[in-house]
């Protein structure tokens, strides 16, 4: 028989999807599945549609609990968990039939298997090309996930490509003896995903990359933190590259993954600038908020570093922009990534 595999599925306030995302998981051509639905405090009818598909389907448990965000639904998930491998799916989102199967086909011999995606928009579909293959050392992704270096650098959209949570199938066992936990995003501001991939990964060996799009990630949900400006994400921020900055010496990396992660620093400011496109004060107010994110300790140092030569002629402009602190034009720019995002 195959072996059982836990899938959780953190829920907060999504009765608008949840149908889709659930209905993408029972009908898995991979049957022998375990599916938590972590309730973190819905005050929707989120619950009700929960408590539905349990009587429906005995693979199926609801645990209820106050709200901890996305984080903190994920870990009850894993605490709970009782199947030898897992994964993680976002409520708003859903995956092929047939993903799951496809995917642990691959698990042999390895502690890992990621799988691409769709980005989905209201109106189209694009689908997420790794331009990876195949059976890898799991230091070889570590490192990507930490930052891109040299050509690498050509496309700065890929920098999260390989970091998500959701699109893998983990080995249960590697978690919980590492006590692998996600963290807050209350506490790092972003990057949850990429800390708790980048721990797994420390403790793994191999991993097999599937560059098939198998993963439906949805990008117009307006309800979505992504969509709403962070106050103090600054000051979040650099509290997670202390973080990351804290395991790259304990784990004594090496002269690449320095490389990458100074580059991580510099790619930030389009996610910073891009929620300070959010922010609704004045544009006097965003501009002065933007130099004091070039300003800031870890910023200021990594732009000295970065090289330019590698970007398309716009992400050199942008961050030509970056590395000598013109925040007018840097944020005029930001405007015009923001307008074509909501499109």
């Not at 897992?86 to 199967?101: G, K, R, T």
């Not at 998500?164 to 790092?188: D, F, M, P, R, V």
């Not at 910073?272 to 107010?285: C, D, P, Q, R, V």
Request: charged content about 25%; aromatic content about 12%; proline content about 2%.
């Amino acid at each position: 028989m195959n072996p059982l595999i836990s899938v959780i599925i953190p829920v907060y306030n999504v009765s608008k999807y949840l149908k889709q995302c659930l209905d993408s998981i029972v009908n898995q051509t991979y049957k022998n599945l375990e599916i938590i639905l972590v309730n973190d405090g819905s005050t929707d009818d989120s619950l009700k549609i929960c408590e539905v598909y349990e009587q429906l389907d005995s693979r199926i448990v609801v645990i209820s609990q106050a709200n901890k965000g996305l984080a903190g639904a994920r870990n009850t998930g894993i605490e709970n968990a009782k199947g030898a491998y897992l994964m993680f799916v976002d409520s708003d989102d859903w995956m092929e039939l047939y993903a799951i199967e496809t995917a642990f086909s691959k698990m042999d011999e390895v502690d890992l298997v990621c799988f691409s995606f769709y980005k989905e928009y209201p109106s189209t579909q694009v689908a997420r090309v790794f331009g990876l293959n195949g059976k890898f050392d799991a230091a070889f992704m570590q490192r990507r996930i930490t930052g891109p270096i040299k050509e690498e650098l050509s496309d700065p959209s890929h920098l999260e490509t390989l970091v998500t949570a959701w699109g893998k199938i983990y080995k249960t066992a590697i978690i919980k003896e590492n006590k692998i936990q996600a963290k807050n995003l209350s506490e790092i501001g972003a990057w949850e995903d990429g800390f708790f991939t980048w721990e797994y990964l420390n403790q793994s060996k191999s991993v097999y990359i599937l560059d098939v799009p198998m993963y439906n990630y949805r990008k117009f949900n307006s309800e979505s933190i992504t969509s709403n400006y962070k106050n103090s994400l600054l000051d979040k921020t650099n509290h997670m590259f202390d973080l990351l900055s804290e395991q790259l010496k304990k784990h004594n990396k090496g002269t690449d993954y320095l490389e990458a992660f100074n580059n991580r620093i510099c790619l930030s400011v389009i996610g910073l600038g891009l929620n300070e496109s959010f922010n609704k004060a004045s544009f006097f107010t965003q501009c002065k908020n933007m130099k004091t994110v070039l300003n800031s300790r870890y910023h200021k140092l990594a732009f000295r570093s970065l090289e330019l030569r590698y970007f398309p002629i716009h992400w050199k402009l942008f961050f030509f922009f970056s590395k000598y602190k013109l925040t007018v034009p840097l944020l005029l720019l930001l405007l015009a990534i923001k307008k074509i995002i909501k499109k």
